[in-house]
């Protein structure tokens, strides 16, 4: 009873269209304040040493990071080692769009980031080559969405805040994963383009792939301080987050000079008002988390799925069925921070992977950003195309679709998420 209350109150609050962080808040509040007995004093103190992580602190630095890169020439300097690559294919730029997104992501961490990184650059260069519209935005939509699954990524952060699971093997959990969903990706827009004979470029000498492979070194570069540094052990994962904000700030700044110092405060101003909003939702996330484990919730869940004979299998594909309806009411942080307390329990119990576990739920947050009602990434190319939503919907589904086939893949095989943490030493 005590469940439907919570959750009807939940429900309620956000068809008022609340924002789902203040409907969190209130909830709480309100359950506990008429229905129970805790005093205000100890709400208080929970909505300080909720956000009380060290490793809460590696979102802004992520954020900062990310501005940097954005704005500094980082995208347009990758697109273009990108297209020296595989730009004489089927699909030309399109192909360059894919493996461009997987290399910003893999230093960004954000979805949205790289749609707008990449997007703004390619998509007109698309157009003046002759590429239908639709062809670009389904390929820049889907490829942006790569920003959460790399290496850093705010969501894993927040999936690994939630559930005590570690930052470092997350992070290196989904290169490999990554790296398939680019390949998987990169198919798709070949098998279009080669269908419909889409313009290709001319194929780059070895000369002009080793000039743009140096021009994007300084930003590839930022993969190696992440990884080797946490890997090696000379930094955590947050003072990783903090070294990539710095870095960024020195290339773009003093290395490829496309920031200046006059604009830094704007990028500062920026990254704080994002990280602002994101902690604000953290924190009443937290003060749910608190009155769902006061109220033994996610324990009775547990209970209640195990004494029902629920295996891996079943469990696995009612979660992934559960996270792919909520991507269409809330966006990734809100129902990871909703969700994963009270799913996570029940998968340790049934012997999965925390690891496997949050790409997994990584996964299933990256389509939610590529299908509507609510999907972010539909929004910001929505803004780069001048498409409508609806168009936008139509013109993402053969990537989508190879995003689903992906989300199967990466739920029953565990060995793709965990090898490369397993082989560094990280699990």
Known sequence: ????????????????????????GLTVLTFLFTLTQVPIESVALKLF????????MAIPFFILAGNFLTRGGVARRMINFASSLVGHWYGGLGLAGVVACALFAAVCGSSPATVVAIGSIVMPAMEKQGFPKRFGAGVITTSGALGILMLPSIVKVIYAVSTN????????????????????????????????????????????????F??????????????????????????????SAVYAFFIAVFVYRDLRLSEVPKVLLASASLSAMILYIITNAVLFSFLMTSENIPQLMAEWLLNKGLGQVAFLLMVNVLLLVAGNVMEPSSIVLIMAPILFPVAVRLGIDPVHFGIMIVVNMEIGLCHPPVGLNLYVASGITRMGITELTIAVWPWLLTMMGFLVLVTFWPGLSLALPKALGMM
């Open 1 to 24: 009873m005590t469940t439907l209350v919570i959750f009807g109150l939940l429900v309620t609050l956000m068809l008022t269209g609340m924002p789902i962080s203040i409907a969190l």
């Open 49 to 56: 040493t909720g956000i009380e992580k060290f490793e809460i």
């Open 165 to 212: 699971t570690s930052i470092g093997a997350l992070f290196l959990a989904g290169v490999l994963p990554g790296l398939l969903l680019t390949g998987l990706l990169g198919t798709t827009t070949w098998f279009i383009a080669k269908r419909n004979n889409y313009p290709r470029l001319p194929r780059a000498s070895w000369l002009a792939r080793w000039r743009a």
């Open 214 to 243: 140096r021009e994007s070194i300084w930003g590839l570069f930022l993969v190696v301080v992440v990884i080797g540094g946490i890997y090696s052990g000379v930094f955590t994962a947050t003072e990783a987050a903090a070294m």
